[in-house]
Nanobody, 120 residues
Framework: QVHLVESGGGLVQAGGSLRLSCVASRSLFSINAMGWYRQAPGKQRELVAAITSGTTNYGDSVKGRFTISSDNAKNTVYLQMNSLKSEDTAVYYC???????????????WGQGTLVTVSS
């Protein structure tokens, strides 16, 4: 099993930047994919960004503004968020997908979430 701990959330004005961090309890090399999801009040959880073996993908609403990266030496995945908008306000969750003998072929692990609030 792996544990994920997020940090870096907070209150920021529209147009500002924040960087979220997610530290995994074991090597990123043992994890198939890492990602960031978010959930705003009254909305479903949605993919923000994901990284797999150096390949990244982003949700349409954050393309060009957010960047996901990883530091394997620190077992850490980052989400750099620039040009923040009020609609980016949400709880951001770190996610790990680990290969397993299951129906999906992997198991998912979630962090506890970190709140990002963007004031307009």
């Amino acid at each position: 099993q792996v544990h994920l701990v997020e940090s870096g959330g907070g209150l920021v004005q529209a147009g500002g930047s924040l960087r979220l961090s997610c530290v995994a309890s074991r090597s990123l090399f043992s994890i198939n994919a890492m990602g960031w999801y978010r959930q705003a009040p009254g909305k479903q959880r949605e993919l923000v960004a994901a990284i797999t073996s150096g390949t990244t993908n982003y949700g349409d609403s954050v393309k060009g503004r957010f960047t996901i990266s990883s530091d394997n030496a620190k077992n850490t995945v980052y989400l750099q968020m620039n040009s923040l908008k009020s609609e980016d306000t949400a709880v951001y969750y770190c996610n790990a997908k680990i290969a397993a003998f299951s129906a999906q072929g992997y198991v998912e692990v979630w962090g506890q979430g970190t709140l990002v609030t963007v004031s307009s």
